[in-house]
Antibody
C-alpha cells in the first residue's frame, strides 16, 4: 500500500527556517517524480515544487524560488523541502504527492502544517 | 502562467441529481505529441488531502465511481457527477499539468441541497 507521511511542520517566526520531510513506502520511490503542494488555511491548492527521479531536475513556483529547496534521498525513500526566509504568506498545510507517469498526483500524504507568525 | 478558472464557486444539488462543475484554462492544455488534454480533477473532502478523480480530462482514476465523468478539450472542461451521493460533499479542483507552474483552479464547493 502506498503511504506518504509528512513531518517537520510547526510554528516559526518570520524570517525563520524549517525542513519538511516526507517518508514514502509501498512503491518504488526512486522511479517517480515527487511534488510538494500547499494549502493556506481555508484556501485552495497551490503547486510549490517538484523533483525528478534522480534529483537533477527541479521546478518551483515563482513565489518560493530562492527561498525553498526541494531534495530527495532515494536510499531513504524520502522527500524534503527546505523552507528559508519564511513569510506569513507561507503559512499552509504542506502536502507531498507522488507524481504519476502522466504528471498528475495519484497519492497524497495527510500534510504537515507550517505556521509563520511572531 | 496558465490561469485556471472554475465556475461556479459553490453549488448545492439534491441527492440523486446531477452536479456540473466547469473549468476554463487561459490557454490550451492539449498536448500535441499525444493529443491528450493535460487536465486533472481532484476531490477534497473536509479535513482530508485531495484525491485524484480524473486525468487526461476524461479518464477515471482506478477505483473512482462511474458517476464521475470528465469532458472537454483545449480550454474548456467539465466535471459531472451524474447522481449526487452524500459522500460527494467536497471541494473539487481542476489542475493543468501542461506546463509549470502546474496551476489549480480556485475550487468549487459542492453541498447537498
Amino acid at each position: 500500500e502506498v503511504e506518504l507521511v509528512e513531518s517537520g511542520g510547526g510554528l516559526v517566526q518570520p524570517g525563520g527556517s524549517l525542513r519538511l520531510s516526507c517518508a514514502a513506502s509501498g512503491f518504488s520511490f526512486s522511479t517517480y517524480w515527487m511534488t510538494w503542494v500547499r494549502q493556506a488555511p481555508g484556501k485552495g491548492l497551490e503547486w510549490v515544487a517538484n523533483i525528478r527521479q534522480d534529483g537533477n531536475e527541479k521546478k518551483y513556483v515563482d513565489s518560493v524560488k530562492g527561498r525553498f529547496t526541494i531534495s530527495r534521498d532515494n536510499a531513504q525513500n524520502s522527500l524534503y523541502l527546505q523552507l528559508n526566509s519564511l513569510i506569513a504568506a507561507d503559512t499552509a498545510i504542506y502536502y507531498c504527492a507522488r507524481t504519476s507517469s502522466i504528471t498528475c498526483y495519484d497519492y497524497w500524504g495527510q500534510g504537515t502544517l507550517v505556521t509563520v507568525s511572531s | 502562467d496558465i490561469v485556471m478558472t472554475q465556475s461556479p464557486d459553490s453549488l448545492a444539488v439534491s441527492l440523486g441529481e446531477r452536479a456540473t462543475i466547469n473549468c476554463k484554462s487561459s490557454q490550451s492544455v492539449l498536448y500535441s505529441s499525444n493529443n491528450k488534454n493535460q487536465l486533472a480533477w481532484y476531490q477534497q473532502r473536509p479535513g482530508q488531502p485531495p484525491k485524484l478523480l480524473i486525468y487526461w480530462a476524461s479518464t477515471r482514476q482506478s477505483g473512482v465511481p462511474d458517476r464521475f465523468s470528465g469532458s472537454g478539450s483545449g480550454t474548456d472542461f467539465t466535471l459531472t457527477i451524474s447522481s449526487l451521493q452524500a459522500e460527494d460533499v467536497a471541494v473539487y479542483y481542476c489542475q493543468q499539468y501542461y506546463s509549470a507552474p502546474y496551476t489549480f483552479g480556485q475550487g468549487t464547493k459542492l453541498d447537498i441541497k
